[in-house]
């Protein structure tokens, strides 16, 4: 069918109906090159497709629309609390070390980070937090001369710091969660190099008496004592808190004061 649904005339017979009129004479010359153009129009329109379906044929087929990409909606996340009480990494002493004579400063970041421990025990009552800021056992050993030094190290002077870390956080009370370190006093120029055969030793060490842990709470200095630091290879360990001499049973604490207190005085092995 064509376009308006008029049956197409085939262009054979068309030729043959012309042919016929130009010979039988009901046709001039004029018409009927008039009346043959006129078919050869009518011929060439019926063999070309509808505008509609041309146009369809030749246009570019077009892509769909991209998908838009959302980003889910950000969860507001809650800041996690800073942990309590804060603890900071303290290597431990090794095996099969010696002594050094390098006298240990006070400002380093491994110092630093032994009084952080510290007050963390004491903070929280928790002396184990600090037991890698105490004299180690095996330089304990290598130092004392005496029957069994790790009894000693066991059964004295760890059940004394013990003591006095859980006293220096009764000191602190009800505020101790609130109380925050502010600095750690280190009299340096009081420190001493104890000699081997003094106090029992066997080897030398630097020992330093009266050191400060200065803390504040309800906006208020407050301070106690360090009774004794003493050195292993270049590192200050603290061996007595509360006290070097005791008169009592239980734990000590060394000279509590308000403020920063008084570092000192020097003496003691």
């Known amino acids: 069918m064509t376009r308006t649904g008029v049956a197409a005339i085939p262009a054979a017979v068309a030729r043959l109906s012309i042919y016929g009129m130009l ?14 153009a006129a078919l050869a129009a009518l011929v060439a329109g019926c063999s070309q497709p509808a505008r509609s379906e041309l146009g369809k044929s030749e246009s570019m087929p077009t892509s769909a629309p991209a998908a838009v990409r959302t980003s889910p909606a950000a ?7 800073s942990p309590w009480p804060l603890i900071l990494p303290v290597p431990a002493a090794r095996p099969g070390q010696h ?27 928790r002396p184990d937090l600090a037991m890698l800021a105490f004299f180690p056992l095996i330089a304990y050993q290598q130092v004392k001369a005496i029957y069994d030094p ?4 066991r059964g004295r002077l760890v059940v004394e710091f013990k003591d006095d870390v859980i006293a220096a956080h009764y000191l602190l009370g009800k ?7 502010v600095r750690v006093i280190v009299p340096e120029s009081e420190a001493d190099w104890i000699y081997p055969g003094v106090c029992d030793n066997l080897v ?10 200065v803390y504040r709470v309800n906006g208020e200095e407050k301070s106690f004592g360090i009774a004794g630091l003493i050195s292993w290879r270049g ?19 060394d000279q ?14």
């Open 23 to 36: 010979h039988s004479g009901r046709l001039g010359g004029c018409a009927a090159l008039a009346a043959l």
């Open 75 to 81: 969860t507001p996340t809650t800041p996690s609390p």
């Open 99 to 125: 002594q050094t004579n390098r006298r240990p400063p006070a400002q380093s970041p491994l110092f630093h980070a032994e009084m952080t421990d510290l007050w963390a025990a004491v903070a929280s009552g």
């Open 150 to 153: 790790a009894a000693d190290w």
């Open 175 to 181: 505020q101790a969660r609130h109380a925050a370190l």
């Open 204 to 213: 030398g060490y630097w020992h330093v008496a009266g050191a400060r842990v």
């Open 235 to 253: 590192r200050w360990y603290v061996v007595h808190l509360g006290g070097e001499l005791r008169t009592s049973p239980g734990g000590m604490v």
């Open 256 to 269: 509590p004061a308000l403020g920063s207190g008084i570092p000192g005085p020097p003496g003691g092995c």
